[in-house]
């Protein structure tokens, strides 16, 4: 058997149906392996970087592996940036990259490459992956293989690459000779998961202003139905960040809504009045905690649930003190959690509160609508009225995601997907194509501005190839707006290298579109968005619609560096939050040491089951 026959089978027995693959000397064999394997087939990107995007995207949305297949050089080091988003929301895809053959390798030589397009791929990635090796002999391929898969699932998940030289993909093996991987032992100490379970408990049923944070663990742990049950027992609000903004319905009433510096005025006013946070599965970044971190959630107590002990022990650094670290898989923490709960909490007063906050700093408000030209949030509001139940949303990022964020009303049985922590300009169509294969061709709407759809516009051409059902939505603001609002803030609002005038390209979209044979359709009118919208979103097959933004338009409210998350402007007094339940300003920013974690070790195959 053929050794890259032998990787193809495997990858087929992972249940990965889809593999993204860019062509090249070195990893020929490979897609030629593929195409000849039952139960899998390739699919052809435009560009390597766009592949690894969608293989990202493609296990969210499976719950499974991703893959993609690079060759050598350049092919390898083009995956970078979406391997990247995968390793930073910890997300399972295996990447193969082709290398050159063993006996062109350029080895101790000291010289910096010898055979054709040769390059170090392997250390390249390695700060990037959970593990990354060279097969240089035929007799570790099942190992390695196994190793990998087992790594990128196993604890916090996250991409591996498997860089396989050409010659050693050509090498006849014998399958039943081959040494597999032996994985260690689990181990799940319930009983100590059990009594910290029971703590937190104890510490929410003692809280009056309580406030629960639900973050994209809990998506990978394939907890999000364990996760309803468990707050809606407790009776307990709850602040989504933004990679869990899609678990409860929008009008839910314990959502609260999204929160951080880019969040909702209502909701960062729940969470920093409250007096208990417990976090589950967010990694709690200054974007969510604000500047200085000791600002947040000034004078609750805090309980912090996550399989990563690292990002625990990183809060005494920057100053943030967490009461209860507790290092634990979101999935088996809540079924402690939930069979320790009893009764729902009495917190009427404090839920009434938020709801006052909620209507009083509405993030679309009535005068949005009377504008002329689009507004954004209309448009977003718009967009959320015409998506049914279970429909699934591709961001990309700027200002899009964050107009999207926060005004997205989400309906029951809904997904968004965008690369959280990595957030790279150009994500969302890639992964609107690996989205759409992976629900077996059903519709997706993808959002993307002009600037991040320039990183990767030749996936244009990906889409009509396979007449995917992707509805994109463009929001025209012919510019990077989330940089001029940077700009604004710190540089006397001169937009060098972010618009026309300050030298970045605005070509006309429409006219690209068209030429790679989409159906297209504009809107510039508030009063046409409907319309407009829902002619989009029910057209068959692909469709292309430009929405026009005055690109004065700008994400509000938004934080200001170095401005706790309560003063997003305007700047309310400290009685309004809470009225004769004020909260003091702490008096030092300095907190005491982080306690060390209670460690309560994963299960070994913890999987990623995004359809929970």
Not at 149 to 175: F, K, M, S, Y
Not at 243 to 271: C, Q
Request: aromatic share 8%; net charge neutral; with cysteine.
């Amino acid at each position: 058997m053929k050794l890259s026959d032998y990787v193809a089978a495997f990858v087929a027995r992972q249940g990965v149906r889809h593999v993204f693959a860019v062509s090249g000397g070195a990893s020929l064999h490979l897609i030629h392996s593929l195409a000849d394997t039952p139960g899998v087939s390739f699919v052809c990107p435009m560009h390597e970087q766009a592949g690894a995007m969608a293989a990202d995207a493609y296990a969210r949305v499976t719950g499974n592996l991703g893959a993609a297949i690079a060759t050598s050089g350049p092919g390898a080091t083009n995956l970078l940036t979406g391997v990247c988003c995968a390793y930073y929301d910890s997300v399972p895809v295996l990447f193969i990259t082709g290398q050159v053959s063993t006996f062109r390798a350029k080895g101790d030589t000291g010289v910096r490459q010898i055979g054709f397009q040769e390059t170090d791929t392997v250390e390249i990635f390695r700060p990037v992956t959970k593990y990354a090796c060279r097969v240089d002999r035929p007799e570790r391929i099942r190992y390695e293989l196994e190793k990998a898969c087992h790594l990128a699932r196993e604890g916090r998940p996250g991409p591996v690459l498997i860089d396989i030289p050409d010659d050693v993909q050509r090498t006849n093996i014998d399958p039943d000779c081959l040494d597999g991987y032996i994985a260690p032992a689990a181990n799940s100490p319930r009983e100590a998961l059990n009594g910290l379970a029971a703590q937190c408990v104890q510490w929410i049923s003692e809280a009056s202003r309580p406030v629960v944070v639900l973050g994209w663990g809990v998506r990978l742990a394939g907890a999000g139905e364990l996760a309803r049950q468990a707050i809606e027992r407790l009776g307990v609000p709850v602040a989504p960040t933004w990679a869990l903004a899609d678990l409860f319905e929008s009008d839910h009433p314990l959502r609260i809504g999204t929160f951080g510096t880019h969040g909702t005025r209502h909701a960062n006013f729940a969470v920093q009045n409250a007096d208990l946070i417990l976090s589950i599965g967010s990694r709690l970044d200054t974007k969510a905690t604000g500047s200085p971190p000791s600002t947040f959630a000034r004078e609750a107590r805090k309980i912090v649930v996550d399989v990563d002990a690292n990002e625990l022990n990183k809060f005494e650094r920057y100053g943030l003190h967490i009461d209860l670290p507790i290092a634990a898989d979101a999935r088996e923490f809540l079924q402690a959690l939930e069979a320790q709960a009893g009764s729902p909490l009495r917190i009427d007063a404090w839920l009434r509160q938020i709801d006052h906050w909620r209507r009083r700093y509405p993030i679309c408000p009535p005068e949005y609508h009377r504008d002329e030209d689009v507004n954004p949030y209309v448009f977003v509001k718009t967009l959320s009225q015409a998506c049914r139940e279970g429909e699934t949303i591709v961001l990309d990022t700027g200002c899009t995601l964050a107009w999207t964020m926060q005004a997205f009303d989400f309906k029951r049985g809904q997904r968004v997907y965008h690369d959280w922590n990595n957030t790279a300009m150009g994500w969302a169509l890639p992964a609107s194509i690996g989205a759409s294969l992976a629900l077996d061709g059903r519709p997706v709407v993808c959002l993307t501005g002009d600037g991040s759809l320039q990183m990767n516009i030749q996936e244009l051409a990906t889409v009509v190839r396979h007449k995917l059902p992707i509805r994109i939505f463009l929001l025209n603001n012919h510019g990077y707006s989330m940089i001029q609002q940077t700009q604004d803030q710190w540089l006397g609002a001169r937009y060098h290298a972010s618009s026309g005038a300050g030298g970045l390209a605005d070509p006309d979209y429409l006219a690209i579109a068209r030429a790679y044979g989409l159906p297209t359709m504009s809107v510039d009118r508030n009063a046409d968005l409907a319309a407009v919208v829902q002619q989009a979103m029910q057209t068959q097959g692909p469709v292309f619609c430009q929405v026009e933004v005055r690109p004065e338009h700008r994400v509000t409210p938004q934080v200001k560096f170095g401005r706790p998350n309560e003063d997003a402007e305007p700047l309310l007094p400290r009685r309004e939050f809470l009225g004769n339940m004020l909260i003091k300003p702490l008096e030092s920013s300095a907190a005491p040491a982080v306690p060390a974690p209670h460690f309560v070790k994963p299960p070994v195959n913890t999987p990623l089951r995004a359809k929970s």
